[in-house]
């Protein structure tokens, strides 16, 4: 399956798609790959060849044109998969001279089989949270309303709005559906500098699909906001550490303060953080305020690798496991954001540091996240700081964590505290 200049996608009868791990490829079979998930994106991929192939040589052939039409040049396919899926290869990509860095997306290997379009992803994650199937725009819009009639001054709740229907943010439309899980934007600052930040790109001529909130919420806005949820959502959780700011760390002043107002007004509902958990003695103190549960943003648990991705700016990667460490110690919920790029997060490296690492921090979940970054690029920079070794599988990797620990939770969402009251 490969598309033309104009985007348009087309499958070529004699080639098979070619899904890669690192710098290995996989011809993509029906057993290895599931039907495409409902809202998933497939994407051209510019500046790059489609690598195929071939039923008739059993060999891979790099494309530039279409064979079918000899002056078509043709690229390749990649597919956005939905919220709740892992990526288990990348597509097979050759890329054109100088051609750059793509674009900040996830790119999942795809192809086309008997029935449709096929993913080679695994599913981690079903809870509906992010089907858009159950998120109308008429009800957002009407949400949106509501909140505007009883919280006119309130300008969080009005970025919120710009999230849900200009950045199509599903956390922000949740707050509006009264779904699940609403977000807490509030820090315009951060201590890292990642290759692939969403909401800042300062460099490498690449855009950041959002931008940072411009301005510092009060803790009586994040208190509207997180409160309104906590009465009209069950098991509703709120999440500091958005796509659309910085690492909410950075504004601890207002933070503490609107979770402890939480805390004094109701027991119920979960603040969670979502962050680089670089500043341990903050940290401590949002648990002690009330914070229920932390997300740790981290790409891989080498320090070497961590620092390639994160590049901090004013902390080390032992602050980052000394937050996980203190958290633990209070007996807290801790979850790793894991970033994964198929020929890197399952290399028998990351996978035995990984292994050590969880037998010394005991964290209870993974959310296995695709990394937003051009595939191809990651890997290179992965492999100059920490060493290339040979792909086990992602899903050989998540099977033998199961079993190597079974109390650990595979997932994708931030869980409420019911799930897994201590
Ligand atoms: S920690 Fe988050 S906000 Fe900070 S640079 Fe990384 S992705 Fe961006």
């Keep these: 399956m490969v598309a033309n200049r104009d985007g348009e996608i087309f499958d070529l009868p004699a080639f098979g798609s070619?899904?890669?791990?690192?710098?290995?490829?996989?011809?993509?079979?029906?057993?290895?790959?599931?039907?495409?998930?409902?809202?998933?994106?497939?994407?051209?991929?510019?500046?790059?060849?489609?690598?195929?192939?071939?039923?008739?040589?059993?060999?891979?052939?790099?494309?530039?044109?279409?064979?079918?039409?000899?002056?078509?040049?043709?690229?390749?396919?990649?597919?956005?998969?939905?919220?709740?899926?892992?990526?288990?290869?990348?597509?097979?990509?050759?890329s054109e001279k100088d051609a750059g860095l793509l674009p900040l997306f996830s790119y999942g290997?795809?192809?086309?089989?008997?029935d449709g379009f096929?993913?080679?992803?695994?599913?981690?994650?079903?809870?509906?949270?992010?089907?858009?199937?159950?998120m109308p725009r008429k009800k957002i819009l009407a949400g949106i309303k509501a909140m505007q009639k009883q919280?006119?001054?309130?300008?969080?709740?009005?970025?919120?709005?710009?999230?849900?229907?200009?950045?199509?943010c599903p956390a922000g439309k949740n707050f509006f559906l009264k779904r699940y899980e609403a977000p807490l934007p509030t820090a315009r600052t951060c201590n890292a500098r990642c290759l692939g930040c969403i909401s800042l790109q300062e460099e490498n001529l690449i855009t950041s699909p959002q931008n940072r909130i411009k301005f510092t919420p009060t803790a009586q806005e994040i208190f509207e906001v997180a409160t309104e949820h906590f009465n009209s959502v069950e098991k509703a959780v709120v999440s500091f550490g958005q796509g659309c700011e910085g690492d909410p760390l950075t504004a601890f002043k207002v933070i503490e303060p609107a979770i402890k107002k939480i805390r004094k007004k109701t027991s119920s509902g979960t603040i969670n953080l979502n962050s680089n958990a670089s500043m341990p003695g903050l940290v401590e103190k949002l648990f002690d305020a009330g914070l229920d549960s932390m997300r740790v943003s981290i790409n891989s648990v080498r320090k070497p690798c961590y620092d390639a991705y994160f590049r901090p700016n004013?902390?080390?990667?032992?602050?980052?496991?000394?937050?996980?460490?203190?958290?633990?110690?209070?007996?807290?919920?801790?979850?790793?954001?894991?970033?994964?790029?198929?020929?890197?997060?399952?290399?028998?490296?990351?996978?035995?540091?990984?292994?050590?690492f969880l037998q010394t921090y005991p964290v209870s979940m993974i959310q296995w996240r695709n990394m937003?970054?051009?595939?191809?690029?990651?890997?290179?920079?992965?492999?100059?700081?920490?060493?290339r070794s040979s792909e086990l599988g992602v899903e050989f990797v998540i099977n033998e964590l199961k079993k190597l620990f079974p109390d650990l939770i595979h997932g994708y969402f931030n869980p409420p505290k019911e799930k897994y009251a201590r």
């Excluded at 290997?109 to 008997?114: I, L």
């Excluded at 919280?151 to 199509?168: G, K, Q, V, W």
Aim: glycine residues 6%; aromatic residues 14%.
């Design 18 to 94: 070619v899904g890669m791990a690192g710098e290995t490829f996989f011809p993509l079979t029906e057993s290895d790959t599931i039907d495409m998930p409902f809202g998933s994106e497939l994407m051209m991929m510019p500046r790059k060849k489609p690598i195929v192939y071939s039923f008739e040589t059993k060999e891979f052939e790099v494309l530039e044109f279409n064979p079918y039409e000899p002056d078509q040049e043709v690229f390749p396919v990649a597919v956005f998969n939905s919220p709740g899926y892992v990526n288990k290869y990348f597509p097979a990509y050759e």
């Design 109 to 114: 290997a795809t192809g086309f089989g008997k």
């Design 151 to 168: 919280y006119p001054d309130n300008r969080l709740m009005r970025h919120l709005e710009n999230c849900a229907t200009i950045y199509s």
């Design 372 to 387: 937003n970054y051009d595939p191809q690029g990651y890997c290179k920079v992965m492999f100059k700081a920490g060493g």
């Design 314 to 356: 004013g902390y080390k990667f032992k602050h980052v496991l000394k937050s996980i460490e203190q958290a633990l110690n209070k007996n807290k919920f801790v979850a790793l954001n894991y970033l994964n790029c198929p020929g890197f997060t399952d290399s028998r490296l990351e996978f035995e540091a990984l292994v050590k």
């Design 118 to 134: 096929r993913s080679a992803a695994i599913l981690i994650d079903n809870e509906p949270r992010q089907d858009l199937r159950l």
